[in-house]
């Protein structure tokens, strides 16, 4: 993907042949960066997590611009308590 802006809320998809076992994934950004992004997939095996951080069903990635492709906006977001 060509730089873009991004919001929190927009849903990119993880690249199949660069982002190991979550390739393919659609990753929710919470924090758009200079250089892509920073962002979490649905992820409930923190024994598979190739060093991702997981918390709470969750883990967080930090994909550059050329291992994600944009797909649109999420509708919803759920808040954990600590982001309310």
Known sequence: MDKR??????????DPDNNGQFGGQFLVVTEPKSWGCQGFVLWDDPARSEGAVCY???????????????????????KEEEDV
């Not at 802006?5 to 993880?14: K, N, P, S």
Request: aromatic letters at 12%; a positive charge.
């Open 56 to 78: 709470k069903g969750r883990a967080f990635l930090r994909p550059t611009w050329d291992r994600m492709e944009f797909i649109g906006k999420a509708h919803w977001l759920k």
């Open 5 to 14: 802006e991004l919001e929190v809320g927009d849903i990119v998809q993880l």
